[in-house]
DNA sequence: CGAAACCTTGAGAGCTCTCAATGTGAGTGG
DNA sequence: CCACTCACATTGAGAGCTCTCAAGGTTTCG
């Protein structure tokens, strides 16, 4: 079985596709705006992107693979903020400071765009600016709803929130291959990777999905659903 | 002891004052549109500005007073998302409809605008659109930061990192009055309030802050900073 | 001064973590 | 093609942190 998660995800989540969790679609965000140009970048497999405390020089558009954006604190306990897939954009900042890391989860191509450029298309072309503001906003709303799963919701409530989410951006059909491990699944959730692999492992004796593999899932999505009841 | 923390509120953070954690400083947001203009509203202690799940037809920008927002599940299990302070812009949503719930800690003042009065200010104007960007995204860095909190801090090292907030917020003195509840604070930091109480209770007698009362404190704001070491 | 809300403290339970061992799958080299 | 290796994942046992339930104390406000 292939473990080139890239082309799967690339494979399964068009261009323009939705994304139910991080940013808002952002597939034609610079279509308007031929003055702004992407370069072609590719990263490998566990590569760092840019770390925390770089200058922010550039933004990021991701257009196959994924990438994950996490802080870290000085003795490694690490925290994920979001996953990243094709037609995600990343990297904007309040400052001229990354705030954040990002690193690729599999062999990534992105688009990279000057941050100045950006900036100056947004103070020049309203419709641009909001466009990014909108982005932003939907971002602000799904970090809202992670902080409800990471401080109110049980390891169980996570996982199962977790793996409707991935499903729904991996296409909605109940079936697919997770593209991240047990850890990046972990740090995401704010459990251990033991926690994260029991939950597993409760919730397919319980009939609530199926595994073959450490990674391939198949969902009884309305059972995920009953447990996180909202 | 007056318990009027709206007074000592308005009298501690001055209108341009910097938020450390929630909303850019937007004293000047509106300033130069003058087609935006906001309407002076009150809410009493405790009172409702909007719920989850209603239209988002306002936004508001607090004058003096508290407020916050929050997420709640069906079973009553709260996560609050952020305080609300003399300044702070809130209630903007990437959708037609409130995505969380904001409420009044204390009586407040606010100023009232109409949602679609701002978006045609920056849809007019790109230099405004791009403070609302500047500004959500400035929001957007605290959430993550408060993400790594609730998801990977011990409680007592949630408490330390939220007295060094408030104290920054509300002057930056060491020394003052917490304006919200125990409650408010173990909704915040994904806590009970058993904990918080404790944990403070552990503070105090490790020598990291003094209290008296329940709600004015003086921090040791150098033992509590080398307690989150981030 | 009295009532109600808020806060603190205690005891025990439970959920998740830690530490440790075993199992599994993918890539590598013979 | 198979054995080997290494990273990743699962499972078990026990500890620890936070929660729950309960009682008592304190503050606020009418």
């Not at 079936?175 to 926690?195: H, S, V």
Request: hydrophobic share 40%; net charge neutral.
């Amino acid at each position: 079985m292939s473990t080139d998660y890239t082309a799967r995800t690339s494979t399964q989540i068009p261009a323009g596709h939705s994304a139910p969790f991080p940013s808002l679609d952002a597939s034609a965000l610079f279509a308007g705006c031929p003055e702004v140009i992407g370069t072609p970048f590719s990263y490998a497999r566990e590569e760092e992107v840019y770390g925390e405390g770089e200058e922010a020089e550039f933004v990021y558009k991701v257009v196959s693979g994924a990438v994950r954006t996490h802080k870290v604190l000085s003795d490694g306990r690490r925290q994920i903020t979001g996953f990243r897939l094709p037609g995600d954009l990343f990297g904007f900042e309040q400052g001229k400071i990354h705030r954040h890391s990002a690193e690729a989860l599999t062999d990534t191509k992105v688009l990279i765009f000057k941050r100045r450029q950006v900036e100056r298309a947004a103070t020049d072309r309203a419709e641009f600016a909001c466009q990014l503001w909108d982005m932003a906003t939907n971002d602000l709303r799904h970090a809202q709803d992670h902080m409800l799963l990471l401080g109110r919701r049980s390891a169980a409530e996570r996982v199962a929130s977790f793996l409707i989410d991935v499903d729904a951006r991996l296409g909605g059909t109940g079936t697919f291959a997770l593209p991240m491990t047990r850890r990046d699944i972990a740090d995401f959730l704010g459990l251990t990777i033991e926690t994260v692999s029991r939950t597993l492992s409760q919730l397919e004796e319980d009939g609530a999905l199926q595994r073959v593999g450490g990674r391939q899932v198949s969902l009884r999505r309305a059972r995920l659903h009953r447990m996180i009841e909202d």
